[in-house]
Each structure stands twice: as structure tokens, then as C-alpha cells.
């Protein structure tokens, strides 16, 4: 798949790779608060003269108003609009001038702006950072503008792919019940077509405060002078009230939830599987993060062994916990273990999930050898430091994590803590959360297109 | 990673817009700061007794590490009733050794922390991996067996034949495969490039002893590159390489010859794939462009950048951020070992098929009659060399820079060069690359939908429709 621009594809890593450093590499880095709630934290990288900038706001899918699907990703479209000082163009303008790209991205907990530059457009990107967050060009044309656009990307990415997503659209929406976990993040076009310049407004009052964000700047700096341009362009903007977070829970799981979707455009079946993971941060987090990886990180990973090579029930498998629309570290909220499987059209639904629950059988049974764990622990270090090798990457890393838990250090401390893990800490994971009364499984076969074709079953 | 692909659609991005006319800067916009001088990588060269190339950069402080193992002949070098057998060989390449099975290959890179990526390219076979840096020596062992001693079993090829040929069945339903096909075709007729992916046919007549004799005429030291880059010392790393393939030999047969420079000549024509079902209309417009070698390469990727390679592009504020037709315009720059090509792409609405080709031949033809203004020439050659310094912090994107360089037979050094080629670049050489290769009526058009709405929205222009090949 060609990205428009393909420096962007690398933010995209970030969904694979665990939010995790080493102990044995921590760069220096430091955290501040304004007066005004605004946190910054700043991270030094001097092999080259860049830095990069992650602004993350504490708002995601879940909190976007009922009947206002999708409206927190069209929002994120907003952002790049203009404001009264800076109007459309502005930004973009001086970001490309300056050597650099900017970029956005929607998640269920939070929703960041990234750039990435050349050290000599610190200032002047610093400065349009903090010019949108104290307002934007609230433009009825620039929304009906970018309404097009998403809709256009939802026609791309959605409507006009075989399989349209399902596994991150249509899986959730069957495994949960509550409107905040359970909708189309994407949103319907009705909903779309209703959003108004007033509900931006609201939006933007609500949840784009200075106390609702993280910002991280990393790169060729110095810390204190970050600090103080910080300071000169941000302190000035007020904080604001915020509204109660509503609750998220959901009533637990007790049957295993099926269903099978149409798919006109796909060629070859495909299978989802979604089981509810246990809250974020609890006992039991890093150990579904491993068996999440141990299932499905790599060729190494055991159900590609078992299903594409030793079975040869599938052609691919790819997942994890909180995939794909986040590591397994970086939520907030109710989600799932997906794994998503494109299997041969010769194979039954039944025989491929009988061998699957054979895999997953075994290691609730037996659990991983210490061997097994060290190699997929080791593959997390290594994918963590990924993460943490360019600044605009890192700088995500750090500022999702001081959103979730108001430190940073996790992202350092994320590889020792792996290694901690226990084979039997793995195989009581595997045997409580990996069961069928957990789950929910999507079959989606293909059927031949026809005359009124153009709505696949996971577009609405 | 394997589905990368899939991976990044993920994203949801909001990229960028701008005016039509460019609004004033606010007054209270600080400037930009002092330019810090960016510093190219520096490259060790090295060269075995074998003919083994070796580059390696050598970048401590971040424990990673970056090893590419590239090796001349990719699809073009196919034999012609095997299109394609290049992806199976890629494929298979790491699915068992003399001494290795499939299983332990893999368990034995994830245990370096790294994947083991295998990819077959128009002019190449590329293995890499990046791994933890403490990792390098159990690494580049089993990455040596692998490049040395592959054995193709049975057993396991018979596998990827099969999910091969699924993976080819399940390609067939994606845009984005049925437009870079057809445009292959149109652009290179039947010379070696038309091919970007094996056939049907050609996986099914496959055999492991056809892969194996294959690999054996390619993966001759003298003919192939080992790139490392990361954090080693060069004494040391170099060590590591000759260790590990000192003793390769090159078979006594020359290698293959070179194919000479393709000027690709495409009709200026519609060529239609129907897609039964498509709620979009993928539109390419393909014609020639420059060799990667070419003086006016880097005068063209300037070009491209104001036409509509960056999302401050001409043609996105176009028919994105004004008229809202679509997501993701891009356009660029394809370079090949003997042959370049230029292609414009957007997938749109049904409904504004015919207005968006009709933009895109708009803006193509206003690069070639008109000259841009400093302020669009000025943002494009800054984007580009910030962009490049940014790209080249990662230690893979390094490895893959340089791989490219080798593929295309330019010397390492061009890897700060380029940079410094765009900076030098001029209104003129500007003018001269949109001239030579902007014209909408050198491009072939392909478009990849409905076939009844692309017929009667592409009529009006008068050009004539035909199926693709």
C-alpha cells in the first residue's frame, strides 16, 4: 500500500511497536508543568539537527458525542484549517518551508499532532502550536471542506477495500455494548453530514485546553531553552474547564459472539477474533502484552507456525492486544486481543478455528518454555527501541504515556519490567482472558460483486 | 513487516491544506532559527577477495543495527515464461538452510529482535533485518546461511506456491495492485519491467529446482552488496563480514549482462481495468521520467514537489483541500536500474472522475507553461533536504538509501550528495525537467473502476478509451 507521503508511514509504526526503552539506553530527559496545566516533556537527541513534536490531546473516539460518529477524527481534520492569526495554509506553509512535515492522528484515548524539522523551525512551529490551542478559523466552508475529504478517506480506506476494516470497525462493534467502545470511529455518513461548525466549537472548547495536553519535544536541543520559549508561547493561554469523563466499563462478557459479514470485494475469506483484555495498567497487563506478541508477532510467533506452516490453514496472521489502532501499552479504556486471519477459500471456518484453538488450548495448558519468552521479550526491546530511535516517534511515545499515567518513566522502564514476566504469569493469562466465553469471532466471505455493489458489509 | 500495508492504513491522517493564494505569515510568527549544517552519513567502504561490496556506517550510541544483504537481478532478470518467480524466490529464500529449518531462522531473528524482511524488487533481491545491536553476531551468521546456503525444500515451497497463488487471487480485488499492474504495462509494453508480480501461471509451473538454479546464477558474491549500519565499530564489523562470507565463491560463469537504458513511450490513451462494485475511481496518469543517475533527476523531484509530491503541493490544494475530491493525490518519481517513470494517482469519488482528471491535466500542463514562484520553488527545495535529513536518522531508512544507490549503480557518497544537488537546484532546471517531462499529453491514463462511469466521465475529453492489457 503506497502512502500519500511516505514519511508518514512511520508514525504508523507506532501501532506495532510496544512503548518500551531500556534500561541500559535512556536518553536525558525531563518533564515540566505550566501554571496553566500544560505539561512538556523534553527528551535530548543530538545525532542530528532535527527534533520532532507530539502535542496529545486527552480526546479520542470514545468521547465523541452519540450521533456524532466519527466527528473526533474530522475534528483532528480541523486543526489544520487555520486559525484567525494563521489562516488555512499558514501552517503547512511554514512547516514545509522549514524542512519539515506535519501530520495527525485519531485514537480511541487520544489524538496527537506530530512534526518533524530541521532545529531552526523550532520557534516559529512552537509558536503555531500553541496559536491553535487558543482558537481556530472556525469556518463553515473548511468544514464542509474536510467532511469531503474524510469522506473520501473513508471511501479509500474503508468502503473501497476488500474487507473494510472489519477487524477494527466491525469487531469492537459486536464485542462491546456501550456506545463509547462500541461505534464507528470512522463514522456514518449521516453522521458526518450533520456534524455542524457549532459542535467543532463545542468540541474544541471542551476538550482542546492546554490542561488537557501533553506536549514532547525531542531532538537536537537544550532543554532549558525549550522550556522557556514553552513558557513565552504557551503560558498565556487559559486553562479551561474539562468535562467529567463518563464511564467506559462494560458489563462483563459471558457467550462467545458470532457473526458472518459479505465481503464484495474480497477474493479470499478472512477471520477476526476479539477477546476483551483486562483493564489498562492491571496486574495482569504485561502479561497479555507478551501473549499477545508470543501469538502473533512475526514468523516466529505461534499461531503463523501453527496455522500458515503447520496446519496450512491460513495465509496470514497478524494482531495483538489493542492492534491495530494502538500498541499494547497505549489505551485507556476497555479493548481487545484481535487476531486477524486471511485464510484459504478451501478451508472451513471450522477447521481453521479448530486449529487455532488448538494453539490457544496449549499455552493455556503448558504455557511458554523460558526460552520461547526471552526470544519474544527480546523482539519487544528491540521493536520498543524502534520507537525510541527518531524524535518524532519517541516524542509520541512520551507523550502518550504522561497522558495515561502522568510520568514518563514507563517508557524507559517498559524492557525490565518485560523481562519479569513469568512462563506461569503467561499461561494464567492465557487460560482466564483466552476463552471462548471471552470472545467474539467475525467470519467475513467473499460473494461475487453485483449491479448495486459499492456497500461492503463493514461500510455503513 | 509483513503487513506494513495493512498497518498503515491505520493511521487516520489529517495531512495538511493551504490556500489557493498564499495568506501573509502572522506578524508575530518568530523566525526561523539559525541553519545548523546537516552532516550525510559516512560511509566505510570495503571489498572482499570474493567481490563481496561492503558499506558500513557506523553509528554509535543506539543500540540497534541495520543489516542489508542486496543482491543484483529481480523481476526484470525473470525468465519469461517464469514472470514474477523472482516473489517466490523471496519468499522461500528463508525457509530452510543446509543446516537451519524454516522454524529456527525465524526463531532465531526474533531472538536477535528483529524480522527477517525478503522482498524482490524490479532490479533486485533484498534480505535485511534490524535487530538489537548486542545481537550483531548470532545475527549476520544466520543471515550468511541464508544468502549462501538456502535449499529451498520441497515441502516448503509447495507452501508459498499455495498461499501465493491465494495472495495473487486476494491482490486481484485491490485498486491500488490492478492500477500499478496496468500502468507497468502500458508504460513498459513488454520490455523487462512490465512485470511487478508473478502470475498464476507462472507459480503454478514452478519448482524448487527452478528456484534453486535461479538463486545459484544470482547470489554470487560479486554481484551482490552487504550493507551495515548502526552501532559497531567498522574494524570489528568488517571482521564479522569476512567471517561470514569469506568463503563464498562466485561460480565460473559470467554474470548476467546489464539491460540497456528503456525510454518507455506510453500512448496518450485511457486504459480501463473494470472493477465491478467500485465506489472509487483510481486514476494514474504514467509517462517516462529520469533515471536516478540522470542530471536532471534532482530538477524533477523539485518539480514533482510543487506540482504534487508533498501535501503543500499544487495539485492537493487542488482537488483536496479545495474541491475535496479526494484523500490521498500524490504523484512521483519511479526510478529503475535502466528506466524511470513518473505517475500522478488519486483515487476519487465516482461522481468527479472526469473533474479530477481533468485538474490533473491542468496542473501538469501549468508546470510546463508556467515558471513557479520563489516562495513555491523556495518551500519544495527545503521541504526535500529537510525531509532527507529527517529520513536519514533511522538506521533501516539509511541501509535502504543506500541499497538503492547500489541497485542503481551510483557510489555511496550520493547519498549526502543529493541533498546538496536539490539546494543547487534552479528556477531554470525547474522549468527545463516540467518541460521535458510534465506535459499531460505525454501521459497514458489509467483509470481503475466502475466501467460504465469511467467511460461517459472520461468521453468528453476526447482521447480514446481501451481496455488495459
Not at chain 1, 463514522?187 to 455542524?196: C, M, P, V
Not at chain 1, 519490567?417 to 513469568?422: A, D, I, R, S
Not at chain 2, 510543487?306 to 484523500?327: A, H, M, P, Q, V
Request: aromatic fraction near 8%.
Amino acid at each position: 500500500m503506497k502512502r500519500s507521503f511516505c514519511l508518514f508511514v512511520l508514525c504508523a509504526v507506532l501501532c506495532f511497536a510496544s512503548s518500551a526503552g531500556a534500561q541500559e539506553w535512556k536518553p536525558p530527559t525531563s518533564m515540566k508543568k505550566l501554571p496553566n496545566g500544560l505539561i512538556v516533556v523534553v527528551s535530548e537527541d543530538h545525532s542530528a539537527p532535527t527534533f520532532g513534536i507530539c502535542v496529545s490531546y486527552r480526546i479520542g473516539f470514545r468521547l465523541e458525542p452519540e450521533g456524532r460518529t466519527g466527528f473526533a477524527h474530522l475534528f483532528e481534520h480541523m486543526m489544520f484549517e487555520g486559525t484567525p492569526n494563521s489562516p488555512k495554509g499558514v501552517f503547512d506553509r511554514v512547516i514545509e518551508s522549514g524542512g519539515g512535515a506535519n501530520n495527525g492522528d485519531t485514537r480511541y484515548d487520544f489524538t496527537e499532532y506530530i512534526e518533524t524539522a530541521p532545529v531552526s523551525a523550532l520557534d516559529p512551529l512552537l509558536w503555531l502550536e500553541a496559536d491553535r490551542m487558543k482558537t481556530l478559523d472556525f469556518s463553515t466552508k473548511n468544514l464542509e471542506n474536510q467532511r469531503n475529504v474524510v469522506e473520501e478517506e473513508v471511501r479509500v480506506n474503508v468502503m473501497n477495500q476488500p474487507y473494510g476494516f472489519f477487524f477494527a470497525i466491525d469487531l469492537p462493534g459486536k464485542a462491546f455494548d456501550t456506545y463509547p467502545n462500541a461505534h464507528n470511529f470512522y463514522g456514518d455518513f449521516k453522521d458526518l453530514n450533520a456534524a455542524r461548525i457549532e459542535d467543532v466549537q463545542k468540541f474544541y472548547e471542551q476538550y482542546y485546553s492546554p490542561n488537557n495536553a501533553v506536549m514532547a519535544i525531542v531532538g537536537d536541543v537544550n532543554p532549558n531553552e525549550v522550556y522557556e520559549k514553552v513558557e513565552k508561547y504557551f503560558a498565556g493561554i487559559p486553562s479551561r474547564p474539562t468535562p467529567p469523563r463518563p464511564t467506559m466499563e462494560e458489563k462483563p462478557q459471558t457467550a462467545e459472539r458470532r457473526e458472518i459479514e459479505t465481503d464484495k470485494l474480497a477474493k479470499v475469506p478472512a477471520l477476526a477474533i476479539g477477546y476483551r483484555m483486562p483493564p489498562p495498567r492491571s496486574s495482569s497487563s504485561l502479561a497479555a502484552a507478551v501473549t499477545g506478541e508470543l501469538l502473533h508477532n512475526g514468523q516466529a510467533s505461534r499461531l503463523y507456525q501453527a496455522l500458515v506452516k503447520e496446519k496450512q490453514v491460513a495465509l496470514s496472521v497478524d494482531g495483538g492486544v489493542n492492534w491495530p489502532l494502538g500498541n499494547p501499552f497505549e489505551y485507556n479504556g476497555p479493548t481487545l486481543m484481535v487476531s486477524f486471519i486471511v485464510y484459504p477459500p478451501k478451508v472451513t471456518e471450522d477447521q481453521l478455528l479448530a486449529a487455532y484453538d488448538a494453539t490457544i488450548r496449549e499455552l493455556s495448558a503448558k504455557g511458554p518454555s523460558q526460552q520461547d519468552l526471552d526470544r519474544v521479550v527480546t523482539k519487544m526491546r528491540s521493536d520498543s527501541y524502534g520507537q525510541l530511535e527518531i524524535p518524532i516517534t519517541r516524542a509520541s511515545a512520551l507523550s502518550h504515556a504522561v497522558l495515561f499515567t502522568g510520568s514518563f518513566e514507563s517508557v524507559f522502564n517498559m524492557p525490565d519490567e518485560l523481562t519479569k514476566v513469568t512462563p506461569d504469569q503467561v499461561r494464567e493469562f492465557a487460560a482466564k482472558y483466552l476463552v471462548s466465553t471471552n470472545r467474539t469471532i467475525i467470519n467475513r466471505v467473499p460473494v461475487p460483486a453485483s449491479p448495486d455493489a459499492g456497500k461492503s458489509g463493514g461500510a455503513q | 513487516m509483513r503487513f506494513l500495508n495493512i498497518v498503515a492504513i491505520v493511521a487516520l491522517y489529517a495531512p495538511c491544506s493551504f490556500a489557493q493564494k498564499p495568506a501573509p505569515l502572522p506578524k508575530d510568527l518568530p523566525p526561523y532559527g539559525p541553519e545548523k549544517p546537516i552532516e550525510a552519513p559516512s560511509v566505510k567502504i570495503a571489498r572482499l577477495d570474493n567481490g563481496l561490496t561492503v558499506w558500513m556506517v557506523s553509528e554509535p550510541g543506539f543500540p540497534k543495527l541495520s543489516y542489508t544483504v542486496v543482491i543484483r537481478g529481480g523481476y526484470a532478470a525473470d525468465p519469461s515464461d517464469r514472470p514474477g518467480i523472482s516473489e517466490l524466490l523471496s519468499n522461500t529464500i528463508d525457509q530452510g538452510t543446509k543446516s537451519r529449518n524454516a522454524r529456527k531462522i525465524a526463531e532465531e531473528f526474533q531472538g536477535a529482535g528483529g524480522d527477517l524482511s525478503a522482498s524482490a524488487g524490479p532490479d533486485e533481491i533484498e534480505v535485511s533485518t534490524t535487530i538489537l545491536a548486542s545481537k550483531a553476531e548470532p545475527a549476520i551468521a544466520v543471515l550468511a546461511d541464508i544468502v549462501q546456503n538456502a535449499s529451498f525444500p520441497d515441502d516448503q515451497v509447495a507452501l508459498a506456491k499455495k498461499n501465493l497463488a491465494d495472495s495473487l487471487q486476494q491482490q486481484e480485488a485491490d485498486p491500488s495492485f490492478l492500477a500499478s499492474r496496468a500502468v507497468a504495462k502500458v508504460l513498459f509494453g513488454t520490455s523487462p519491467y512490465h512485470v511487478i508480480s508473478p502470475t498464476q501461471e507462472s507459480i503454478a509451473g514452478s519448482t524448487p529446482a527452478n528456484l534453486r538454479k535461479i538463486y545459484a546464477q544470482r547470489f554470487r558474491p560479486d554481484q551482490t552488496a552487504f550493507i551495515a549500519v548502526g552501532d559497531f565499530r567498522n574494524e570489528k564489523m568488517l571482521e564479522l563480514v569476512k567471517t561470514n562470507f569469506g568463503g563464498w565463491r562466485a561460480p565460473a560463469e559470467s554474470p548476467m549482462a546489464d539491460i540497456g537504458r528503456l525510454n518507455p513511450e506510453a500512448a496518450h490513451a485511457v486504459f480501463l481495468v473494470e472493477r465491478p462494485g467500485s465506489v472509487q475511481t483510481t486514476i494514474e496518469l504514467a509517462a517516462a521520467g529520469p533515471l536516478r543517475s540522470d542530471p536532471d533527476y534532482e530538477s524533477a523531484v523539485v518539480a514533482n514537489a510543487i506540482y504534487g509530491g508533498t501535501f503543500g503541493s499544487r495539485l492537493t490544494l487542488n482537488i483536496r483541500e479545495d474541491k475535496g475530491y479526494t484523500y490521498s493525490p500524490f504523484a512521483e518519481l519511479n526510478t529503475y536500474r535502466a528506466a524511470g517513470d513518473f505517475v500522478t494517482r488519486a483515487d476519487v469519488r465516482n461522481a468527479v472522475t472526469g473533474a479530477t482528471y481533468n485538474e490533473m491535466s491542468y496542473e501538469l500542463n501549468r508546470m510546463v507553461t508556467t515558471t513557479p514562484t520563489p516562495e513555491e520553488l523556495t518551500q519544495a527545495k527545503r521541504f526535500l533536504v529537510g525531509i532527507e535529513a529527517i529520513r536519514l536518522q533511522s538506521r533501516s531508512s539509511v541501509a535502504e538509501g543506500l541499497s538503492d544507490l547500489w541497485v542503481k549503480g551510483l557510489p555511496p557518497e550520493e547519498i549526502g550528495i543529493y541533498g546538496k544537488k536539490i539546494a543547487a537546484t534552479t528556477s531554470d532546471d525547474v522549468d527545463a525537467a516540467a518541460k521535458k517531462y510534465f506535459p499531460a499529453s505525454r501521459a497514458a491514463i489509467v483509470a481503475v473502476g466502475e466501467g460504465k462511469v469511467v467511460r461517459e466521465a472520461l468521453a468528453p475529453f476526447g482521447i480514446p478509451i481501451q481496455p488495459a492489457p
